[in-house]
């Protein structure tokens, strides 16, 4: 599932804004392009993660849900 990127970079650039009282629209701008970057990079290195099933779900032989604990490993 990839991040929704824009609902990233907006948070993070109202954070950033909220700490600077009166910005010009230069430091908007550099605000916007510096969050646009956090949020692309973030994206990227969640989209690397890997999500490895080891065991811990049983199915029944005759159908029904599936029960147990799903163990994973995340790289």
Do not use: H, R
């Given at each position: 599932m990839a991040l929704?990127?824009?609902?990233?970079k907006?948070?993070?650039?109202t954070a950033?804004?909220?700490n600077?009282?009166?910005p010009?629209?230069?430091?908007?701008?550099?605000?916007d392009t510096?969050?646009?970057a956090?949020a692309?990079?973030?994206?990227?290195?969640?989209?690397?993660?890997?999500?490895?099933y080891?065991?811990?779900?049983?199915?029944?032989s005759?159908?029904?849900?599936?029960?147990?604990?799903f163990?994973n490993i995340?790289?």
């Amino acid at each position: 599932m990839a991040l929704d990127t824009l609902a990233l970079k907006n948070a993070l650039k109202t954070a950033m804004l909220a700490n600077l009282p009166s910005p010009s629209p230069a430091q908007i701008s550099e605000v916007d392009t510096l969050c646009d970057a956090i949020a692309s990079a973030m994206q990227t290195f969640v989209a690397g993660a890997t999500i490895t099933y080891s065991t811990g779900l049983v199915a029944p032989s005759g159908g029904g849900p599936v029960t147990g604990i799903f163990t994973n490993i995340i790289t």
